[in-house]
């Protein structure tokens, strides 16, 4: 079975990354970091796989949904079968024991569903490296003021640094997409989140944010007490506060 034969279905959001300098150019992006144990993400057709594997001094594994494609890449790779996992991301238990890494060109259509899960594991994530869609890309990178900064851009933003690394071609796809697509980095910050509690940070911005053309006082009331919603911060909407400013609000929710 060659690679070509394979089919990309719409319905998981596959795209088959064709053009390898912009593949060695991505997973050189990877390997710039230390990387012992690295996770990718929908490996379809293997294009990065094939140079993840050639890279012996890293524990690797790949987890993939389609069965084609979990077949193709056991032909195609006997000597590492067990490095391939059949099995949804989003349903997955986390691969290893230590910190690892992820890469991947993720499946466009769950890409913010792919991040909520590297958020639950955020503890154990040392860096992530993916290929996302370039407008998702914009966002998660997005900076206060910005019409695309938004739930994502914030809970992300609040745990990691994110380097918006290139833009990635249509034609270096099979098919092309009707999408531009860009890589980012997302490195842990080195100092935690001042919030009161994690899940009082998530309901915070995910309130802000469900009613981002409201003022943050309409948006968000029911969090907090009438005395507090004087403060001239709830003028503001959401999208015009900073990761500090939500995680200070935190301190004075109910």
């Known amino acids: ?57 890293i524990s690797f594994k790949a987890v993939e949904l389609d069965e084609e494609k979990i077949r193709f890449l056991k ?36 890409s913010s569903q792919i991040l909520f899960k590297i958020l639950s594991w955020k503890d154990q994530v040392a860096c992530v490296t993916g290929m996302f869609q370039k407008e998702v890309a914009q966002r998660i990178a997005a900076t206060p003021g910005n019409k695309v900064y938004g739930v994502l851009t914030v809970l992300i933003q609040a745990f990691f640094d994110v380097d918006y690394l290139f833009e990635v071609h249509e034609k270096c796809f099979t098919p092309p997409p ?39 006082r309409n948006a968000v009331r029911n969090l907090f007490e009438q005395s507090i919603l004087q403060d001239p911060i709830f003028d503001r909407r959401a999208e015009q506060l900073t990761i500090a400013d939500f995680e200070g609000l935190t301190h004075k929710m109910k």
């Open 178 to 216: 009707k999408v531009k697509s860009a890589v980012l980095r997302l490195k842990p910050k080195s100092v935690a989140p001042h919030y009161r509690a994690e899940k009082d940070f998530f309901l915070l911005v995910k309130t802000a944010f469900n009613q981002r053309r409201k003022t943050l």
């Open 75 to 110: 032909q195609s790779y006997p000597q590492s079968i067990n490095a391939f996992i059949h099995e949804d991301f989003l349903n997955m238990e986390i691969p290893f024991h230590e910190k690892f890494h992820i890469a991947g060109n993720f499946p466009y259509n769950i």
């Open 1 to 57: 079975m060659h690679v070509s034969s394979l089919t990309a279905k719409k319905s998981l959001g596959q795209h088959f990354l064709s053009d390898e300098n912009m593949c060695r150019k991505i997973v050189d992006a990877v390997m710039v970091n230390e990387v012992e144990q690295l996770l990718e993400v929908g490996p379809g057709g293997g294009a990065l796989t094939k140079y993840f594997l050639e890279k012996k001094e």
